[in-house]
């Protein structure tokens, strides 16, 4: 391919995708020497022609303050695994005490993975790729003196060369917007379908032990119930299920089980199972698909995998009317002269087999979701988002081969929160992963939260429990005013208290309605209602 030895060549990111946009031509020169090999005089030369450089989509800016956020999340969730017993959320604890939690489990902690995404949901393009763990790339400089510290990076047990944004996992509760999307477009419900939820069903409960009398569709997205989602895929008496096989080809629709096709090497696939998946990946009786791998696929957990880019993806389809855009990091390849060589246009890779109506629905229950159910710490103010948590239980063993669980008992969950802004107009969907914690309602919707805020110039004060902005009167948003000024620190009626940390960053503005304080009350403990 024309390299000469020792060229160096992009082996990972978009040094390796745009190799051949970014490499340059080596000069010639043809010399005369003498009988010493010295030279005598140039007789023709060919002069080196640069290469080219790639103006990315990135917001430099945004991609700091996301990376920083993030980080600030993994320390709330390292704080929370040195002690699950503290009534309070915070990243403040000992610096020593999230060093230690942030070590891979093999060396006595519980890991620093996490992963948070901006993506235009128009284009494609993102915005903001943050994800822990990090490595300093010039160690591979190929320098003498780098050469301890990539051996570092090569030998870590963390693997930070794996890109977490890109790397497969079960979505957990996220996975059931492609439930509830594929559930009214095969007409399994409608709009208005609503039906008896039990708290429990064959083994299988709701995460917060409830039952509900009679819920539709958007309620089950907003309160994230299990039991609806389940009783959707794997059918009742009352319920035809979709079945594995056709909820799998509607989150392939989605962009799950196949490469969504962004500008970076080693994106995984994920997964979305079918019957015949699992008959050639098992043997015996475990090769049988059960309901209760149905059940379980239903809420994005069993053998459901996706990676963040994939979820913040779905996430952007839903919010644009159907289209799935091609994600990339790359706006423009340009020359040395600063000219455009090749813009990068932004690409409809799928457009969804979905009614609009049907993804309005969608949008909808997530939007009722902030308001008054599972995603209440994402309810900003100044901000009308609409979003889905998810909460992935994790089977994990230490060196030894024994489960890994908190010191309450409980084990670990990775966190997940997923949704767009504005609603009414969408812009950008935001994608969080924090591994290794709690529900994604307490670790990951907080990060999102700080990360909306920032990107539309908002306040981070969230609204109370069942306020719908811009609403102000009558009803939970007419106290909204005394309870800003009061500082109440709140989170919702299943959560312990957030520190005054989380209720509100002064690198964020004060809400414009609210007259800010000269001093800082202390922080109420009660939860208005």
């Not at 990972?12 to 043809?30: F, I, K, M, P, S």
Request: charged share 20%.
């Amino acid at each position: 391919q024309g390299y000469v030895q020792d060229e160096k060549i992009g082996r990972a990111g978009v040094e390796l995708t745009y190799q051949d946009d970014l490499r340059g031509v080596n000069g010639l020169q043809h010399v005369e020497v003498d009988a010493g090999g010295r030279e005598v005089q140039v007789l023709d030369e060919v002069p080196p022609k640069p290469g080219n450089s790639l103006q990315l989509t990135i917001d430099s800016g945004l991609q700091t303050d996301v990376t920083n956020y993030l980080r600030w999340g993994l320390d709330r969730a390292h704080c929370y695994e040195a002690n699950p017993n503290e009534p309070t959320w915070t990243a403040l604890c000992p610096a020593d005490v999230r060093a230690q939690m942030a070590k891979p489990k093999v060396d006595g902690g519980h890991g620093d993975e996490g992963a948070a995404i901006v993506m235009d949901v128009h284009t494609g393009e993102i915005l903001a790729m943050a994800a822990f763990p990090r490595y300093d790339n010039n160690v591979f400089s190929g320098r003498p003196s780098d050469q301890e510290k990539a051996a570092a990076v090569l030998t870590s047990h963390d693997n930070p060369l794996i890109n977490r944004a890109l790397s497969a996992t079960p979505p957990a509760s996220t996975y059931k917007q492609i439930v509830a999307s594929a559930a009214l477009q095969e007409h399994v419900v409608t709009p208005t379908t609503a039906f008896s939820v039990p708290a429990c069903w064959l083994g299988m409960c709701n995460w917060n032990g409830q039952g509900y009398g009679s819920m539709n569709v958007i309620d089950a997205i907003a309160q994230s119930n299990d039991i609806w989602m389940a009783t959707v895929v794997a059918g009742n008496g009352l319920v035809n299920g979709l079945g594995p096989d056709k909820l799998a080809w509607y989150a392939q629709q989605f962009g799950i089980g196949s490469q969504v096709g962004i500008d970076l090497p080693f994106e995984q696939k994920g997964l979305a199972p079918t019957e015949a998946w699992k008959a050639a990946n098992f043997s015996g009786e475990d090769a049988t698909w059960f309901k209760g791998d149905s059940q379980h696929i239903a809420i994005g957990q069993g053998f459901d995998l996706a990676t963040p880019l994939q979820m913040a993806t779905v996430a952007a389809t839903i919010a644009n009317g159907g289209s799935r855009m091609v994600p990339h990091v790359v706006k423009a390849v340009v020359d040395s002269q600063g000219n455009v060589v090749r813009a990068i246009q932004p690409q409809v890779a799928e457009q969804l087999p979905i009614d609009p109506q049907y993804l309005e629905t969608v949008r909808q229950g997530e939007r009722k979701g902030v308001v008054q159910g599972s995603s209440v710490l994402v309810n900003l103010h100044e901000l009308v988002v609409a979003g889905k948590t998810g909460t992935d239980e994790v089977t994990a063993v230490d060196a030894n081969g024994k489960p890994i669980l908190y010191a309450n008992g409980a084990p670990p969950e990775n966190a997940w929160w997923v949704g767009f802004a504005p609603f009414d107009n969408p812009q950008i969907a935001v994608a969080v992963w924090v591994h290794d914690t709690n529900e994604g309602a307490t670790f990951a919707a907080p990060v999102a939260r700080k990360i909306l805020a920032r990107y539309f110039h908002v306040s981070d004060i969230r609204n109370p429990y069942g306020c719908d902005t811009p609403k102000t009167t009558p009803g939970p948003c007419s106290a909204y005013p005394s309870w800003v000024a009061n500082r109440t620190v709140y989170t919702d009626k299943i959560d312990r208290e957030s520190q005054a940390e989380d209720f509100h960053d002064p690198a964020f503005p004060w809400p414009k309605d609210v007259p800010q304080p000269s001093a800082s009350p202390t922080a109420a403990a009660a939860k208005p209602r």
